[in-house]
């Protein structure tokens, strides 16, 4: 049993080469959950919501103005390639904040000193997905992660969860900032205007929310309860994105990129949820919904088996996964108590390392191993993850990244990863001596082939390169 | 095609950093002579490149491989040159090509890699040398003329030795370096889950870097590259160019006539680059062995002994010619009653052409290029 290399790599990020050596492993994880600091130093600095927000409004602008100024110049001349280039630099600007969060990101992760906690930032980040393939999410990609994951992890599975809800991020990526409830004060006044179509409902959090968030596909729930939840959760919104009618229905003092709840938005009257009625005011109404379904034991067994698969593989043992829900309905959701029964539980430490390590993982854990940066200080981070199959907060649906071996273990895959491997290793020539790194990084999970291969490498960079695509270093 | 001086990979200390220099068409008096190496990898066919279509044996033990010689430019009574090599035939038709026959190493096994090795380093047997015979020529050559470099990730066996030599990849094809596969290899040997993984990654990259790929364009780039680099007045004067993706064992139809397309449009855009230095160069096409005389059951060949060497450029001693002390095809006339039986060392044949090309003695050429035989 390679315990040393579990725990660094299954539960940590990989070791850092200059982080001590770990006597009790499972103390050095449990030890994580106290310490662990909600606003690491990478991440401080970063862009704010309205400051990503006013980014993005100035790119839409940009653009309708373009448009605008194609149209009355009939196309073609010299206007259309100022316009143009005008709208590129709006749209750097938006997107700038994508690339430096996703940049704090591997600092923060490369730099942590509680490398399990910083996965559960990971993990959670992923369960709660959003998909920065829209134009208005991703700016606000790594403030949701930072603000709305982060403060949480080490709280109450329905804390987590209330805040991830009400991100930006979220209610703009799953459609709820243009839900409306059909009978709401805007929709009727719309509708007896008779000019246009009257705004309604978009169910697309709603459902998300019970199918990927807490209960589980198939958990039991029908439409009704999806149009029903849906219902109670119009009004949320967010501020400074809209445009003309929708702008003038926001609270005065709102800032951009605030989110916030518009009475003449929400569905009005009680709304029946798994049949449990539901008759809060306003915002409070949704916000109930979300407790009930945080303590479900459909939520509890649901999360109980993506966390254990996170911890195990492809097919989590059943007894591992039954503790993990037995515990989360006796804590009412308690996170801490939940990683800790991971911790104690034998499943994890039971097996060798047979997880297929994530591009992210495989990154994170090449450059915590070396003292000398492995990139250069241009390199585009997003660009980089974006080729190695996993762009950083783009998984592309709102399911998340899985955690299938399957998913990561591609044979172009495999061949990136070595060319990233000699990449860096070529940058760190003989800095770094793979025949100590090896029995450091590895671990009790170095075999002697593996160290003898790399002892026979032909340079020093070469050796690097093999200790990073070696069969262990692949996996967790 | 734009080459910057990060992309050069040094090997050593002096290296022609091609891109960072005026390229200027180097046209003086007493223009120096260049020397291309290419290195078909994985065992070409010889007898569909240059097809002994007069032979009696040939179509029966070619069958329908025999059939696409039809279309070929006819070399004299024996010999059909295939058809997709239109600007070869056009050089041989100026006698500025020819093609040596029935020819092989001193190897007579049938392993890629010792294959290559033999070809590559000149020695008695497998990895008998660790230096090259390209590597020993540049000793024997003026210090103007020895300026070499090759378009590969790193410096291949052929061009090691005591001369510093440079390598040159372009940077649109990250390529992890073929040492470091093969030693990855042998790393995920008894891994159940990285093995097919790391094995379809690793011919997946061979095909990618196949010359015949893009409808031949591969091969045309590859040969523009190969002049770009050997054209600026300190430019490389001895270059090696890796083609791979010659391993016909199934459809070799389609397969063999894309990879001929590829190296003839290199070998045009080679003469064409060059400009007027083309009259002072010499282009070596080269494999390891050959392949089978007969088509086995799924359309291609394997594994044979003798194949065809080309010889290109300005100068040759008998351009227009193919020369050959034909075997003949007969089952009886076989070497192991399976392979085209060489008759010539493929040896000979590179250091007659590189002793005639720089006008140095055949003896000491012979001697030095292949100290072993």
């Not at chain 1, 602008?61 to 196309?75: C, G, L, S, V, Y």
């Not at chain 1, 949320?236 to 994105?241: Q, W």
């Not at chain 2, 649109?172 to 159940?192: C, K, S």
């Not at chain 2, 494999?287 to 300005?314: I, P, Y």
Request: proline share 6%.
């Amino acid at each position: 049993m390679a315990v040393q290399y579990l725990a660094a790599n299954r539960f940590g990020l990989g070791r850092r080469f200059d982080d001590p050596a770990v006597d009790d492993p499972k103390d050095w994880l449990t030890r994580q959950i106290g310490d662990y600091d909600p606003a690491p130093a990478a991440i401080a600095g970063l862009a704010g919501r309205e400051a990503i927000a006013i980014a993005y409004a100035e790119y839409r602008d940009e653009r309708q103005a373009m448009r605008r100024d194609a149209t009355n110049a009939q196309m073609g001349d010299d206007g259309g390639d100022a316009a143009e280039a005008m709208r590129r630099m709006a749209r750097a600007g938006f997107r700038r904040h994508y690339g430096e969060a996703a940049s704090a990101r591997l600092a923060a992760a490369v730099a942590t000193p509680t490398p399990f906690a910083e996965r559960l930032v990971h993990f959670w980040a992923n369960h709660f997905a959003i998909s920065a393939d829209k134009q208005t999410v991703v700016g606000f990609a790594g403030n949701y992660e930072n603000e709305a994951i982060r403060p949480h992890i080490m709280g109450k599975f329905s804390d987590l969860l209330v805040a991830a809800v009400h991100h930006p991020a979220m209610l703009l990526f799953l459609d709820q900032a243009q839900s409306f409830g059909p009978d709401s004060v805007f929709a009727t006044r719309v509708r007896n205007r008779g000019k246009r179509q009257a705004p309604g409902l978009n169910e697309n959090l709603a459902r998300e929310i019970m199918e990927l968030h807490t209960l589980g596909v198939r958990a039991g729930y029908t439409q009704a309860d999806v149009t029903n939840f849906a219902k109670a959760l119009t009004g949320l919104t967010v501020a400074g994105l809209g445009r003309g009618a929708g702008q003038r229905l926001m609270p005065a003092n709102a800032r951009p990129g605030e989110t916030v709840f518009v009475d003449r938005l929400h569905q009005p009257g009680a709304q029946t949820i798994l049949g449990k009625s539901y008759g809060q005011p306003g915002a409070k109404q949704a916000e109930e919904v979300l407790r009930d379904l945080a303590v479900h034991p459909a939520t509890a067994r649901h999360v109980a088996t993506k966390l254990a698969r996170h911890f195990t593989g492809d097919e989590p043992p059943a007894p591992l996964v039954g503790r993990l829900a037995q515990d989360f309905e006796r804590t009412g959701g308690d996170l801490p108590s939940l990683y800790r029964t991971l911790i104690a539980s034998p499943e994890p430490w039971a097996a060798e390392p047979a997880m297929f390590k994530s591009p992210w993982d495989w990154t994170v854990s090449m450059l915590r191993a070396l003292k000398a940066p492995g990139l250069g200080e241009r390199q585009n981070i997003a660009a980089m993850f974006a080729q190695l199959g996993q762009p950083v907060w783009r998984p592309g649906s709102p399911k998340g990244y899985d955690d299938m071996v399957a998913t990561w273990a591609g044979s172009a895959a495999l061949m990136q990863r070595v060319e990233l491997a000699s990449r860096i290793a070529g940058r760190i020539g003989d800095r770094a001596d793979a025949r100590v790194l090896a029995p450091l990084v590895l671990a009790d999970a170095l075999t002697p082939e593996t160290a003898q291969a790399i002892s026979r490498a032909d340079s020093p960079g070469q050796g690097i390169a093999m200790l990073f695509a070696s069969p262990a270093f692949l996996r967790r | 095609m734009i080459l910057s001086r990060r992309s050069i990979i040094l090997s050593g200390i002096t290296v022609a950093a091609a891109g960072a220099l005026p390229r200027f068409a180097y046209a003086a008096a007493g223009t120096p002579k260049r020397l291309v190496f290419v290195i078909q990898r994985g065992a070409a066919d010889g007898l569909a490149t240059v097809a002994p279509t007069g032979d009696p044996a040939f179509a029966a033990a070619r069958r329908a491989l025999a059939d696409e010689s039809a279309g070929g430019v006819k070399l004299d009574a024996l010999f059909t040159l295939h058809p997709s090599l239109a600007q070869t035939a056009s050089l041989y038709t100026g006698k500025q090509a020819h093609f040596a026959h029935a020819v092989a190493t001193a190897y007579r096994d049938r392993s890629h890699f010792d294959g290559q090795n033999m070809l590559e380093g000149g020695g008695a047997r497998p990895y008998g040398r660790d230096d090259g015979w390209v590597g020993r020529l540049l000793t024997l050559l003026p210090a103007a003329e020895r300026d070499a470099i090759a378009i590969a990730p790193a410096v291949p066996l052929a061009l090691r030795g005591s001369v510093q030599v440079g390598t040159y990849a372009p940077s649109r094809l990250p390529q992890a370096d073929a040492d470091l596969i093969a030693r990855l290899t042998a790393m995920y040997a008894n891994d159940p889950l990285l093995h097919p993984l790391w094995d379809s990654a690793v011919r997946t990259q061979e095909l990618a870097s196949d010359i015949g790929g893009n409808n031949g364009r591969n091969g045309a780039d590859l040969g523009k590259l190969a002049a770009s680099l050997m054209m600026p007045a300190d430019g490389a004067r001895v270059m090696m160019v890796e083609t791979g993706g010659w391993d016909t064992h199934s459809g070799q139809r389609g397969r063999l006539a894309a990879q001929l397309r590829g190296l003839d449009q290199l070998i045009g855009a080679l003469q064409t680059g060059l400009g007027p230095a083309w009259n002072e160069t010499l282009v070596i096409v080269a494999t390891e062995f050959g392949r089978t005389v007969e088509v086995n059951g799924t359309g291609g060949t394997d594994h044979g002994t003798a194949s065809t060497a080309m010889l290109l450029g300005g100068r040759l001693a008998a351009g227009g010619k193919v020369s050959a002390d034909w075997p003949g095809l007969a089952t009886a006339a076989r070497y192991e009653g399976r392979d085209l039986k060489p008759t010539r060392s493929l040896e000979s044949v590179i250091a007659g052409a590189v002793a005639h090309h720089y006008a140095l003695d055949p003896k000491r050429v012979m001697t030095t290029l292949y100290p072993d035989a």
